[in-house]
């Protein structure tokens, strides 16, 4: 087994769920065969097994009807299922996976999918494919702070073969590498002129999948800056047909987080119900996340610790996984359990800080900093039911008066 099987194994097998180690080893198996493509054009095709494994995940639920992944998974099977598999089609199959398992936050897998992609690159693949692969790269550098010099050229790398190969639409995407690159460093005030900067350049070369992922981005920081009402009148353009399926979703997710800030949370429930129906589970995981967090505000332990019980063990990217410790740390302050709050924030600020993540390190130091002194709670709750009766008595002494007020 080589070097690239064995990092897609471990990336299969290194999750701590078995729903998806199912999912990541159907691809490893198509993977073993992309890699011995790319090393031996006279290989045997072995996709039987991969079939087999896809049929038993298809059975045992491991795969919703709308996931991308399965439909990138059954175009890579029918791929390589031949004698003589054409390498373009390869490619541009794998390419496609590379992309679900973006989505669905599988990141090392996904690093390694990009690797077998290096090998298999022959002139006779289509460009644009390659410019696919380059440009998910790049986020994944970005997103996985794999190098910081690494990702700073990335942007740079993907516009100059995209100007090469009069790819017109990669260039506009390499501005959006280079502005979720500005994002990570938490310089808000920053990201938004840069985005608004990078809009007025899609003059130059119109792409509506680079203009829904900027406008989404400046909705996002308008989110994280406190203004809901700016995140919400931002992500509102984006719930248009016009955009691409992930693209409107994650506007769903801005509208419905931008409703929770604002205490609409009849609304912020439509937006995240919504989010169920998206077409990848990370977006899902960040509607049950979005649910979560009204369940807590809501006063709702049992939905609460439901979602929090399922969102504990699922595989969620680092900003996500913050955003998740955050939201449940919030929900136990809420219903008085201080303690587990203090843990959740903790964690969120320990993977911040690890990360270099610094507008996450402030946010949680501020929610570390308004949690209640655990102390009080024990304090209030010996005395607190006796002067609950007391205020209700005399509330009941007075009751036509107090009616008499209200009418």
Sequence with gaps: MDQQEQAFLSAALGVHDERLQRRLLVGFHLIRD???????????????????????????????PVDLEIAALSDLLRALDSDKPERPAVYSALSA????LYRENNFSAAVATLDVLDRLWTPECRVRDRLEAAYYQGLLLVQGRYSRDASSYASILLALR???????????????????????????????????????QLRHHPSARAEGT?????????????????????????????????????????????????????????????????????????????????????MERHGFERIYRYLADQPLSVEVRIYFCQASGRGWAKLGDVSRARAAFDEAYQIARECGLGYEIFETEELIDKLPDPSQFAQAGGIAPEIAARVTALRDERAEEIAACLS
Aim: with cysteine; glycine share 6%.
């Design 97 to 100: 996976y590379t992309i679900a």
């Design 214 to 298: 900027l406008i989404n981005s400046i909705a996002a920081v308008h989110g994280r800056a406190g203004r809901p009402s700016d995140a919400l009148r931002t992500a509102n353009r984006l719930l248009d047909d016009r955009y691409p399926p992930h693209v409107r979703f994650g506007a769903l997710n801005i509208v419905g987080t931008a409703f929770i800030d604002l205490g609409e949370l009849d609304a912020a429930r439509a937006a995240c119900e919504m989010m169920l129906l998206a077409p990848n589970s990370g977006l899902r995981r960040l509607a049950a996340l979005g649910l979560m967090d009204i369940h807590a505000r809501r």
């Design 34 to 64: 992309c890699c011995r493509i790319a090393d031996d054009p006279s290989w045997v095709p072995r996709v039987r097994v991969a079939k087999e494994a896809l049929d038993q995940a298809l059975w045992y639920g491991t795969f919703a």
């Design 162 to 200: 995209a100007r090469a190969a009069n790819e017109l639409e990669f260039i506009a995407l390499a501005g959006v590498v280079h502005l979720n690159r500005t994002l990570l460093s938490g310089n808000l005030p920053l990201a938004i002129r840069e985005g608004e900067k990078r809009l007025r």
